[in-house]
């Protein structure tokens, strides 16, 4: 799977958009990016994932550059429970018969910080 | 909304003994994983386990690791013989397939923290 690379940490205010930038230049054709959060020591959150087109859900947006080598997850209105490790990992889609069966590779994530 | 759990929450052992860390995934689903994280660490991948067999599994997971189903809804992680180091927080996770996008998102369970003494 292809590495990522995410700032160590990054803050913003409540109420405001959290962007979080990905860097993942030497992804493939058939690896998506998946975005989960860890809340303080909690099992990871999945929060979004996509191929190649901008995806929404109820938590968070994704947005995925042209050439595919850089991702930003947005929360648009972030609040104090935001607060948490944020991980960007690329994974290869996977099918029944292949040879991976999907695991998650984690990095070290971006620290957000959500403040009042 | 239909969650993966994991019992104990907190499970404390001497050494040299023998853990059983229980889950019980999402009931369709049909991939299950277990992962580890030493404290103030990565997360790790130890396993992943289809179709009542182990499908992939990690240089950590070794001979004192085993995982089993047996009864179609729990899905246990062993370790035969504790050590020190395997001190970490331990979450199964389980995720559903579909045709168009294989294998999908995982969900994870809270954890169970093993302290080994």
């Known amino acids: 799977d292809a590495k990522t690379t995410q700032p160590t940490s990054m803050d913003c205010a409540e109420g405001r958009a959290a962007n979080l930038p990905c860097n993942h230049s030497?992804?493939?054709?058939?690896?998506?990016v998946y975005w989960y959060r860890q809340i303080h020591s909690q099992g990871p959150q999945y929060i979004i994932h996509?191929?190649?087109n901008n995806e929404t859900n109820e938590m968070a947006s994704l947005i995925i550059t042209e050439d595919r080598k850089s991702s930003t997850l947005i929360l648009p209105h972030a609040t104090l429970r935001d607060t948490a490790v944020y991980y960007c990992i690329v994974r290869v889609r996977v099918r029944a018969g292949g040879t991976s069966y999907g695991k998650l590779t984690f990095g070290q994530g971006t620290i957000l910080t959500v403040h009042p | 909304e239909p969650e993966v759990t994991q019992t104990p929450s907190h499970q404390v052992t001497q050494m040299g003994q023998e853990v059983i860390l229980r889950c019980v995934p999402i009931?369709?689903?049909?991939?299950f994983y277990w992962y580890r994280q030493i404290l103030g660490q990565k997360v790790e991948f130890l396993v992943s386990f289809y179709n009542n067999e182990i499908s992939e599994k990690s240089e950590i997971f070794d001979d004192q690791f085993s995982v089993e189903r047996p009864d179609g809804s729990n899905f246990t992680l062993k370790i035969r013989s504790t050590k020190l180091e395997d001190s970490a927080m331990y979450f199964c996770a389980s995720t559903p397939w579909n045709l168009r996008q294989g294998v999908r998102e995982q969900y994870f369970g809270p954890g169970t923290r093993l302290t080994v003494t």
């Open positions: 996509g191929l190649k």
């Open positions: 030497t992804i493939s054709g058939n690896e998506y």
């Open positions: 009931s369709n689903h049909l991939y």
